[in-house]
Antibody, heavy 121, light 107 residues
């Protein structure tokens, strides 16, 4: 059973960069079994897919955020990370990490508990 | 991007009644449509993948159907533990997109 856990600062100042990490247990992120994703949900709004990263190749990003997002993998720590630059109040949201199989139907089989990130000075 | 239009946004239903939630895609997505249940302070939970395949342990009262652009989640005989938000997700193309969600309340 794969388990995911987000970590990182929950309060970010406007214009700063958000850095979140997702710790993975139950599978090696280098196994190739899953794509590793970030998804967010502002309060009272729907879910927004941020991007995904795989053990090989380049990450895929949502075009709406692509200019500000960087995803990376750290195989030695079995974790993957999100960096989102130039944060504004509109980026206040619950941020989830999630995994979908590399084959099959790309459903998000596994999710972290979520990290509420607030952008405020 | 594929826009997913989900309805209704809110439904208040008595136990044992039937709940129908629909998702419409802005263009055809085959059967690459998945349904999730989300309760407060919990991780979203995958209920049904690929339109109609229930995940292990999901009660049989949950079912999904559809193809192309129109999809349905049915809860046949609502139970109190089903109070939650439900949302759909398409995985046909990048960016992945989601319906706005349906909050199901128990009357």
């Amino acid at each position: 059973q794969v388990q995911l856990q987000e970590s990182g600062p929950r309060l970010v100042k406007p214009s700063q960069t958000l850095s979140l990490t997702c710790n993975v247990s139950g599978d090696s992120i280098s196994s190739g079994n899953y794509y590793w994703n970030w998804i967010r949900q502002p309060a009272g709004k729907g879910l927004e897919w941020i991007g995904r990263i795989y053990t090989s190749g380049s990450p895929d990003y949502n075009p709406s955020l692509e200019s500000r997002v960087t995803l990376s993998l750290d195989s030695s720590k079995n974790q993957f990370s999100l960096k989102l630059t130039s944060m504004t109040a509109a980026d206040t949201a619950v941020y989830y990490c999630a995994g979908h199989p590399s084959t099959d139907w790309y459903s998000f089989d596994y999710w972290g508990r979520g990290a509420l990130v607030t952008v405020s000075s | 991007e594929i826009v997913m239009t989900q309805s209704p946004k809110f439904q208040s239903v008595s136990p044992k009644e039937k709940v129908i939630i629909t998702c419409r895609a802005s263009r055809g997505i085959g059967r690459s449509l998945h349904w999730y249940q989300h309760k407060p302070d919990q991780s979203p939970k995958l209920l049904i993948k690929h339109t109609s395949q229930p995940m292990a342990g999901v009660p049989s009262r949950f079912s999904g159907s559809g193809t192309g652009t129109d999809f349905t989640l049915i809860i046949n005989g609502l139970e109190t533990e089903d109070a939650a938000s439900y949302f759909c997700h398409q995985s046909t193309s990048i960016p992945h997109t989601f319906g706005q969600g349906t909050k199901v309340e128990i009357k």
